[in-house]
């Protein structure tokens, strides 16, 4: 399967503690983006990178999100101190090229975040 | 906040006909994309405009985008209940990066 993978697909965790997710994108894809998802709603964009360098973070995004993408390859975002407000769908994206005009996204299963 | 709105936030059509979805954005962007997005399945790829384009085809989807009016619309034609699922538009804005926005979707049920 070359599509893009996430780890787990699914994580229940206690309000207060640290969670860690993995995405591991489309191998000669230079683009990775990270979005959460809550029902009914279009994916919230949340931060994406080129290469290693993160170029965007959401204002939305507290301190308590990190994400990183050490060699340019796959990424974790961390969430620390999870709040019951954090519950959502976490999906991750990856597209090929350097083409502003061209931008079409291949998205992950997503990783299922419950916060009791 | 979400930079798309989708239009309308659902629709039921009968297997056979045309369903259109609209979408309006607020900034000035690169391009316009449509996802679509099946009851507990990712989310799929559709079709991408660019900002200099009016319009696109591919297959059944018929895609416009009208940066005067900040508006997109998508057309399935002939549609099957294979087609239920969400539609979301998403805009890369033109910021020099590559932000892109979704909207809240179109929840489009197709009656077999």
């Known amino acids: 399967d070359t599509g893009v993978s996430q780890d787990p697909r699914h994580k229940i965790t206690k309000r207060g503690q640290n969670v860690t997710f993995r995405c591991d994108p489309i191998?000669?894809?230079?683009?990775l983006y990270w979005y959460r998802q809550t029902l009914g709603q279009g994916p919230e964009f949340l931060t994406y990178f080129q290469n290693e360098a993160q170029l965007e973070k959401s204002r939305l995004l507290s301190d308590r999100f990190s994400a990183e993408r050490p060699k340019g390859s796959f990424s974790t975002l961390e969430i620390q101190r999870t709040e019951q407000g954090d519950s959502a769908m976490y999906l991750c994206?990856?597209?090929?090229?350097?083409?502003?005009?061209?931008?079409?996204?291949?998205f992950g299963p997503g990783t299922r975040l419950t916060v009791l | 906040s979400q930079q798309g709105e989708e239009d309308p936030q659902a629709l039921s059509i009968q297997e056979g006909e045309n369903a259109t979805m609209n979408c309006s954005y607020k900034?000035?962007?690169?391009?316009l994309q449509w996802y679509r997005q099946n009851s507990g399945r990712g989310l799929v790829h559709l079709i991408l405009i660019r900002s200099n384009e009016r319009e696109k085809h591919s297959g059944r989807l018929r895609v416009t985008l009208d940066t005067s009016k900040k508006s997109s619309s998508l057309l399935i034609t002939a549609s099957r209940a294979a087609d239920t699922a969400s539609y979301f538009c998403a805009t890369d804005l033109n910021t020099g990066g590559f932000k892109t926005i979704f909207g809240a979707g179109t929840r489009l049920f197709v009656k077999a």
């Open positions: 994206a990856s597209s090929l090229g350097w083409d502003f005009l061209y931008n079409e996204q291949f």
């Open positions: 191998s000669e894809h230079n683009r």
């Open positions: 900034t000035s962007i690169n391009n």
